[in-house]
Structures are given as C-alpha cells and as structure tokens.
C-alpha cells in the first residue's frame, strides 16, 4: 500500500486550513439536521440557519431560486429508478398537494418536486416513508442515488442482472455514516447493461457487465470505472484492469467509497470531487489502494467490450426475456410531468402488469417504463396510452432530449432551460421535420451541467447576450459529445445563439450535416471526421 496522508483526518486534527463546507460538516453532520428539519417546520423559513440550508441538502431538500423566496426543492431516493403502482399514485398526490401539480424525472433516475414550504416537508417525509421511498442522500456530499439499467433483469442482451448488486450498495450506503461526509457529491451507477445505458463514463463509479471465458466455461460479472464526472473540468472515468466476481461489487465499492472519503481532495472545494482525485493517482495507484484495503488481490482483466453506441433509452415495446411479458418505455421531453399523468401511469401499471409485477422504472434520459405487460394486454395498454396522450412511439428529437431545471428554480442557471427544451421540440418536429436519424440534444443552464450538454450530440450551454443594449438570454454551442467506443466531450461550436433562435440553429446545422455525410455516418462520426471549423464556415451562422 501506498503511504499516504488521509486528508480527512488532517481536517479533523486541524492540520491543513478547513473550507467553510469542511468546517460547517465537522460542526454537525448533514444527516443530523433531520431534527433541525422538524424544527423548522414549526418556528418557520426565517428562522432556518445559513449552514442548515446547507445540511438540508442531505436529505434532497434545498433552496430554489430566488433563495429569500421561501420556497424549496426536493428530490428523492429511488434506487434504479424503481417505482411500484402504489408509489406512483403516492408520488403524484404529493405533487398534486404541494408541488403546484407537477414533478420532473432527473437523470439519476428520481423525481424532483418544487414549491415545497419547509411547513409542509415533514407531512411529505411522512407520506413518502408510507409507501417506502425515503430522501436520505438524494443531494449533499454523500453517496447520491444508485442508478443502473432501467430494464435490468427484463432485457434479453444483457450481460448480468445487477439489481441485486446495485439494491446492496443503495442498502449498504443510506443513512449510512461512515460515509456521510465526503469531500463532495458521489455518484455511482451498478449495471450489466450490455450497452453502457448507466454512463459509467460520467460516474465517479460505475460498474458494467462483463464476459469472460475461464477454462472454456463462460462467465459473468462485472467490470469497475472510477473518476468519472461532468460540471465546468469534465472528466472521464478511467478502467480499472480487474474483473469483478458479483459478490466483490458492494466490497470493492466500499473500498473505493473509503479511499474517497479520507483522500479526497477537501482542502479545495472546487476540487473535492474524485475525478480529481484519480487524475491524479491514476487507475494502477488506485487498484493497488483498494487492494490494500480488501486484503486480497483482484483477478486482472484486459479483455473490455468496446461500445459502439450507448445512448439510447430503451423506449417503445419491447419484448422481454420472461415468456409473454413486454416492456412499454414512455417519452417526457425533459422530464417534466403534469396534471395527475404519474398517478395514471401507476393505474395503468395496476391494470395491465401481470398480477403482482406492477413496477414502473425511471430513466437516466428522464423517461418512463412500464414493465411485465402480457402480450395480449399490449393492444389495450397502448390505446390507454394514446388516450392519455402519452408518447411511445416518440420522434428522434423527442427521444433524444434532455434538460436540467433551468433558470426558472435553480440559483446555479443563467437560462430557462426545461420549458425552452419542451418548446424546442415541438419547433423542431415541424421545422425539421425532414431530419430522419438519430440525434440527442442536450441542454444545461450553466456550466454545472445537470443537462449533461457535454456527451450530447449538440449540447447548450446557458449564456448570456445583449440584442441593441437590451441583455437576452442565449446559449452556446457544442458538438459532437459521445461515449461508449471514442468517447469523447463535445466542442464549443458557435457561442452566444439568441434562445429563440435555436431551433433555427440545429435545423441548419443539421442541413450542413445532412449535405455533408457519408453514407451510414452518424452525427457523432461525422463531428469526428469534418474539423470543427469546416462545420462552422459551412454553417454561416451569424
């Protein structure tokens, strides 16, 4: 092993200068200030101290804009998306009663609510816990929601179903304390996906399936990413040479949650994350720490699939691996969902699941899947769908979108993103009509990135402009982001394009693509192919 300081405990001994989050986590920890919470509820908003705003955030409640405002958000814990019919109703009565009737899909795979006052958070704790969904972790530095496939165990092309190694890592890190107070935010995708749907490119861990063939016999288990992340200094995760049993998942994640929590970087916030951490360690240094802690060496492995396309949401009807059973995936541009849909969702799910399957799975790419439908309920499940207006059947702009909170909630944006993307669509379905491939537009409102602009196809970043002296709100441009095989951030294109101007934007940057492909070539291949500022002469963007 490797000596080294532990940086946690030089703070906690005082050794090196403590950050003001450094300081206020030593003070209480974030899961204490559940106490605090109820309190609040009774004496009122403005009687909440500064460094309990902070504390909240443990328990995925936290201000939205403007902060003085009173008014707060809320997200939850729903490991791998998973959702029952019952939940679904539950979680929709409690947006219907306190969230001005509507919740948005994120993409960690869980809801986040708005307009929640801090007198009504321990009703809806309570509501939540009736039906078994908690909030612990959903934000702060701690280990955020545990994301994996959304038809893990349904889809007949994956390598391994993970969900039980994912439901022990949720289980093994909730409320847990050994790791309540990490350097910053820590997220982790457990997956056996046979296309990388989790992103464990972007994750600060992220396991993913893999075969190998030991003495002629095939077998299963799991590859391990480490150091992935997005925000302003995007980094991709790098590959530890090892191969996985299922049972060493929870214990190798374990190992790498402890390194993390006492050697990430806390005495510099804007570095905390562990990204930076393995930049600077590399994955050799690294395997050999967590080795040291696990007691035994890890089998080593070289052989890694290369993913060819890992961007897609496993919408539409599929047919599962159990006999007779399909899965229906559900199109919310942006992830945003109104007027009582979740609730009807769940009586769907309720009606046409096979008897005690009902179970409803959100998205990375803030969609929704209903599972376990009998063939033969297919023709009336759809007819509900479409009665209700819900698309499965989307259009590739539809299909392909993906938006953050935007300036219209969130402290951190510089541009309405959410209603802008939906808007978007809508332009783009009729302007653009013509365009008939694959492409995915993301859309972020500041360079923290909850949209993910940076692995989209064409990614917006919000900005800021002026049209005659009058300030506007504008976006910058990005291509050709992508993951799986060449993976790759995307390139600022043109900066600064109007807001109300973007659908004319894509629409023609679309038609420089479109005159300028190769047969059979992608939009991420071509950007790979054409320099950027070929596109961009040949755009003549003003």
């Not at 490991?79 to 539950?90: D, E, R």
């Not at 439901?167 to 982790?188: G, T």
């Not at 994640?253 to 929590?261: G, L, M, N, Q």
């Not at 790419?365 to 059947?393: H, M, R, S, V």
Request: glycine residues 8%; neutral net charge; contains cysteine.
């Amino acid at each position: 092993m490797i000596a080294i300081q532990p940086n946690y405990a030089a703070v906690k001994q005082g050794l090196i200068p403590l950050t003001p989050q450094e300081k206020m986590k030593l003070e209480k920890d974030g899961l204490d200030v559940i106490h605090d919470i109820y309190r609040y509820a009774k004496t009122g908003f403005a009687s909440i101290e500064a460094d309990d705003f902070d504390r909240m955030k443990w328990y995925g409640v936290y201000r939205q804009k403007p902060k003085e405002s009173g008014y707060f958000m809320m997200r939850l814990r729903l490991p791998g998306g998973l959702v029952s019919a019952v939940q679904a109703a539950k979680l929709s009565e409690l947006a219907d009663r306190f969230g001005h009737g509507f919740c948005d899909i994120t993409t960690r795979m869980t809801i986040q609510y708005h307009w929640l006052r801090i007198e009504e958070i321990p009703t809806i704790f309570s509501e939540l816990a009736s039906v078994g969904i908690a909030t612990s972790g959903a934000c702060g530095d701690i280990a955020r929601n545990v994301v994996g496939c959304p038809v893990a165990g349904l889809d007949h092309e994956e390598i391994i179903d993970a969900t039980p190694q994912l439901m022990e890592v949720n289980a093994a890190l909730e409320n847990n304390r050994d790791f309540s107070n990490l350097p910053r935010k820590y997220k982790i995708s457990v997956s056996g996906c046979c296309i990388h749907c989790a992103q464990p490119d972007i994750n600060c861990v992220g396991t993913f399936g893999l075969r190998r063939t030991v003495n002629g016999v095939e077998e299963r288990g799991f590859g391990i990413k480490i150091g992935g992340g997005l925000s302003s200094s995007p980094h991709l995760a790098q590959t530890l040479q090892c191969f996985l049993q299922p049972v060493q998942v929870w214990p190798v994640i374990e190992a790498v949650s402890k390194i993390y929590r006492d050697h990430g970087f806390r005495h510099q916030r804007q570095r905390a994350r562990l990204k930076f951490l393995m930049a600077d360690w590399g994955h050799e240094r690294f395997l050999e720490e967590i080795e040291a802690l696990l007691g035994y060496p890890l089998e080593r492995h070289t052989d890694f699939p290369v993913i060819k396309d890992q961007e897609t949401d496993h919408l539409g009807i599929h047919k599962q691996k159990q006999a007779d059973l399909y899965w229906v995936g559900i199109c919310f541009p942006g992830g945003r969902i109104r007027n009582g849909t979740l609730a009807k969702i769940g009586a769907l799910a309720a009606k046409y699941c096979a008897p005690g399957q009902d179970q409803i799975r959100l998205t990375n790419k803030q969609n929704l899947i209903i599972t376990n439908i009998p063939e033969a309920q297919l023709p009336a499940l759809k007819a509900d769908l479409d009665a209700l207006g819900l698309d499965y059947q989307p259009s590739n702009f539809r299909k392909g979108c993906v938006s953050c909170t935007g300036i219209e909630f969130c402290n951190l944006a510089v541009a309405e993103t959410k209603n802008r993307m939906l808007e978007l669509i809508t332009q783009l379905d009729t302007t653009s009509g013509w365009y008939k491939d694959k492409i995915r537009i993301h859309f972020s409102g500041c360079p923290s990135s909850c949209g993910q602009h940076q692995i989209a196809d064409i990614g917006f970043r919000g900005a800021q402009t002026k049209v005659n002296g009058v300030p506007v709100e504008a976006f910058d441009a990005f291509i050709g982001g992508r993951l799986g095989q060449n993976r790759r951030f995307n390139q600022l294109l043109k900066g600064k394009i109007i807001a109300k101007d973007v659908h004319l934007f894509i629409d023609k940057l679309l038609h420089v693509f479109d005159a300028g492909k190769l047969p059979g070539e992608t939009f991420a291949d071509y950007t790979d192919r054409v320099k950027k500022d070929e596109i961009l002469t040949a755009l003549d963007w003003k």
